[in-house]
């Protein structure tokens, strides 16, 4: 049943309009001194506050029967049997069974075996890597769910990266971001890695032949040593020159692929124990949205609050702000997880949509967000939800800093929340902004890759509840499809068939 056609439905329309419009989360905290605890909640290696939103105990029992009534438990359960929930494009959806030991009991028991085979395999590798002192310097080239994912681990663990080793990220087909990187490089102390399910996306191997163009020229010998290639096509690779190379399946996509061959990056960096601390803090973030009670599970009440903003109060952007450094490449990997998963305008069964999905997810860390984009979320016209991300224990000995980062962090919270009325004029703060606060008590493979298991835990609610395939990312391919017909034109200036703005254009950007 479409989520828009059931009772819980209709009583969450009418609860936000007797009470959610005009709810103020101040009046909340004054009314119930256990607020706090009852809209928190420990999950695998973080904490979450969501007592600051714009929520109250009847407006979550309704939410939670919103779940119940389209069949969330069902659609869960069916992705952890391996079920072909992404009915697209006929595929299971197993990237957790990347996270899972190998005596996990699961009836994918097939498919786990070849996981580990690969994992091992893939370590090992990575091992005698970061054991090989010449190699100074890896470049993935990759882009989306093979760039954003590894690249995001690699600088968020820093502190766990091997001395010696640079790592470099290259997906942009603009030539001066592959340039920029090569320039400071030696051949016989570089790694490439080429990260392509296909070994034909056109971006990713567009730079590849451009690397290995460089190398050649810059009298690098023995590709097989200095390349190697995440992928299924295993003959594209060899044709390539490479070797050694490390596949994947079907059933995992792109923007959930760091935990697979495509992770090699961040275990090269951070060794193959950190690596398996990565995928088991994220293996007891899936069991406990596997297990957990709904009104316990911490990704199911988080999917469900995003539902309650997108639909019933018509937010349409949530931000977040991680308070660390390292985390800076969070808020776009998150962006990507989100709005190409949940971005759809027509369900799972092809029909279109009568209510919005997807908010527009976006982000800067903290404190420099402070100073850049606060202000609108303060006294904006809109109102926001953001949420912080903090780490209790700092890894530097820097004195005062992370005090000073931390108090920031919760001062924010708090004006959102309190405001500021007496001064009125320019001065006003609205207050009652939403926020949720996320808090690691260190930043470590284990929690990172909680979080991010968290989050794709989340999505996954917010989909089965408006009911569309959060797996598939058709929206992608028109514009690839289009780019192949327009490139040669660029260099035959033909514009016949193309619209008057594409043509004129087109004109303008020949080159000379």
Known sequence: MSCDRTSAWRQLQDHYDNAGSNFDVRRAFAADAGRFERFSQSAPHLFADLSKNLIDAQSEDLLLALARETGLEAHRAAMFAGEHINNTEDRAVMHWLLRAPADADTPRRAELAQVHETLDAMLAYAEAVRGDHTITDVVNIGIGGSDLGPQMAVLALGDFVAPGKRFHFVSNVDGHELAGVLKGL???????????????????????????????????????????????NVEAA????????????????????????????????????????????????????????????????????????????GFTTRSIAPYHSALKRVPAYLQQLEMESNGKQVGANGKPLAFGTSPVLWGEPGTNGQHAYFQMLHQGTDVTPLEFVAVRDATHQLEGHHTKLLANALAQAQALMVGQADAGGHKNFPGNRPSTFFVFEKLTPEVLGAFLALYEHRVFTSGAVWGINSFDQWGVELGKVLARDIEPRLASGDVAGLDGSTAGLLERLRPR
């Open 186 to 232: 030696a051949p016989e102390h570089t790694l490439f890695l080429i990260a392509s399910k296909t070994f034909t996306t056109a971006e990713t191997m567009t730079n590849a032949q451009s690397a290995k163009r460089w190398f050649a020229q810059s009298g690098g010998t023995d590709i097989a040593r200095h390349f190697a290639a995440l992928t299924t």
């Open 238 to 313: 060899h044709a390539f020159g490479i070797d050694k190379t490390f596949g994947f399946w079907d059933w995992v996509g792109g923007r959930y692929s760091l935990w697979s061959a495509i992770g090699l990056p961040i275990a090269l960096a951070i060794g193959a124990e950190g690596f398996r601390a990565f995928l088991a803090g994220a293996h007891a973030m899936d069991e406990h949205f596997r297990t957990a009670p709904l009104a316990q599970n911490l990704p199911v009440r988080l999917g469900l609050l995003d539902v309650w903003y997108r639909n019933f109060h």
